[in-house]
């Protein structure tokens, strides 16, 4: 789509974005340390961190909204660190959907042509194709406010990609809407991305969102990038103990090193599939292990490695899955899902139980391992 009238989206089709070294401060405040990303031609990256993290910083870097203190933006080969945001191949979604509420929806879409001088059949045409895109057809003489927040979402969507940006930011686009719309925007937004094949970078911190549109993550926190990998790389095997606790549930069981790298817990010795190299033996450690890899059942049922027994405190069922909550012989409360069909039913809070861990799936690190390394790395980790 894209025309002569508009050329940047052609000069920069297919190109990546690239962060080099980037430092901000707000008030002697740093928000972003040093930081570096390279994304993919076309790909579906989604930023993913807490509060204050600074990930909507390191958005409206990109988009030329703020200027870094130091450091490059890059989008394809061309630099564009000091390039104003108006003549930068990006354009933003936010979570408000920011409408012109005296325009209908057509020219809502069209908007960003018109201003680019594209004639009136043209961009008019452009604005209905995009319409069609993200299935509001019939909706373009209706004004903003006749709409729902979910079709709004979606009016705003489409004007953002009417000037065929090279990379489309979306700042917790629907993090307005209830649950049911979002996650059926969700679908959308990936189908959309899949028949456009533009490159998109989604900051959110809802990590289902994160899990179910992204190529891959970037987990941020304090300025800095953690970890970054696909969705199940980045959960099976976190850089940390910070990345584990952050990421959905998790168990953590102090431990320590003892001779030569065994690991022990109070409640006995523990068989891991990931040690941490920097541990030493008589070091302090946790180790993680998630909900579906722990075991809760009867004494007898569960034989092998990392065994303890402890007793049942509570179970509670969530749809299809049964949660199982459990002492162990230390204290250490632990948490086990698994589908109700498997899970052992006829336990009650108090009963003795057998609790296990997967090996492959215990992880330990050192104790207190909240920060995140100075530069992040695209390699898989162990």
């Known amino acids: 789509m894209t025309t002569a009238a508009d050329p940047k989206g052609a000069r920069f089709q297919g190109r990546s974005v690239a962060l080099s070294g980037i430092n901000k401060s707000f008030s002697g405040r740093p928000v972003l340390t040093d930081l570096g990303l390279d994304v993919a031609p076309g790909e579906f990256l989604a930023v993913l961190g807490p509060s204050g993290s600074g990930k909507t910083t390191m958005m409206r870097i990109i988009a030329g909204f703020e200027s870094p203190d130091a450091g490059t933006v890059a989008i394809g080969d061309r630099d564009v660190t000091t390039l104003p945001a108006e003549r930068r191949p990006v354009n933003t979604v936010f979570q408000s959907y920011a409408l012109f509420p005296h325009l209908s929806v057509l020219d809502n879409v069209a908007f960003g042509p018109r201003m680019h001088g594209e004639a009136r059949a043209a961009r008019e045409r452009r604005a209905r194709d995009l319409l069609e895109l993200v299935q509001l057809p019939d909706q373009g003489t209706r004004m903003p406010a006749e709409l729902s927040g979910g ?6 969507l489409a004007r953002a990609l009417a000037n065929e940006p090279a990379v489309l930011l979306l700042d917790e686009p629907l993090g307005a809407l209830d649950r049911k719309l979002r996650e059926e925007l969700q679908r959308e937004l990936r189908r959309i991305h ?189």
């Open 151 to 156: 079709m709004q979402q979606r009016v705003a």
């Open 194 to 382: 899949t028949e456009l094949g533009t490159t998109f970078i989604y900051v959110t911190h809802d990590q289902d969102e994160a899990f179910g549109l992204a190529d891959r993550l970037a987990l941020i926190r304090d300025g800095r990038f953690v970890q970054i990998g696909t969705p199940g790389d980045v959960y099976d095997h976190p850089a940390d103990a910070w990345v584990s606790a952050f990421l959905g549930a998790a168990n953590s069981v102090p431990v320590r090193v003892s001779g030569r790298g065994a690991i022990t817990s109070g409640a006995g010795p523990l068989v891991a599939g990931y040690v941490d190299a920097g541990l030493r033996d008589g070091d302090a450690a946790i180790a993680i292990i998630r909900p579906e890899a722990t075991h809760i059942a009867a004494p007898g049922a569960t034989a092998g490695q990392n065994r303890f027994d402890g007793r049942l405190i509570d179970r509670v069922a969530v749809g299809p899955s049964l949660r199982l909550r459990a002492r162990t012989s230390d204290g250490v409360t632990v948490e086990a899902v698994a589908p109700r069909t498997q899970a052992d039913a006829t336990l009650n809070p108090g009963d003795p139980v057998a609790i296990s861990f997967d090996p492959t799936a215990v992880r330990v690190y050192p104790a207190g391992n909240s920060h995140s390394p100075e530069r992040h790395s695209n390699a898989p980790l162990p």
